[in-house]
Nanobody
Framework: QVQLVESGGGLVQPGGSLRLSCAAS????????MSWYRQAPGKERELVAI?????????NYAESVLGRFTSSRDNVKNTVFLQMNSLKPDDTAVYYC?????????????WGQGTQVTVSS
């Protein structure tokens, strides 16, 4: 079955960097675009980045992270990454990866368990 497992979160000072990973299994990873979302306390979950499948190019980013975050994927290791630089306290959130998977004649969203990122001095 589809599984997504995030890792790499932690506590970092403002201006610091973190690299998140999302290990995927149970589907043909290279054929699917992958997304990163985040949810801060008391706020709705928001889209951070969408990285296309292996046949396409051009990752889209939320305006709030543009120029600071970079997403990439390794289609051999079935893993997607989110490199986060110049972190700000407003980046504090639980970060999730997601895949919209086609199965049984319909799309369904699968989420990882999330990884906590805390930006604080």
């Amino acid at each position: 079955q589809v599984q997504l497992v995030e890792s790499g979160g932690g506590l970092v000072q403002p201006g610091g960097s973190l690299r998140l990973s999302c290990a995927a299994s149970g589907f043909d990873f290279s054929r699917y675009s992958m997304s990163w979302y985040r949810q801060a306390p008391g706020k709705e979950r928001e889209l951070v980045a969408i990285i296309p499948d292996a046949a396409n190019t051009g990752t889209n980013y939320a305006e709030s992270v543009l120029g600071r975050f970079t997403s990439s994927r390794d289609n051999v290791k079935n893993t997607v990454f989110l490199q986060m630089n110049s972190l700000k306290p407003d980046d504090t959130a639980v970060y999730y990866c997601k895949v919209r998977y086609w199965s049984g004649g319909r799309y369904a969203d699968y989420w990882g368990q999330g990884t906590q990122v805390t930006v604080s001095s």
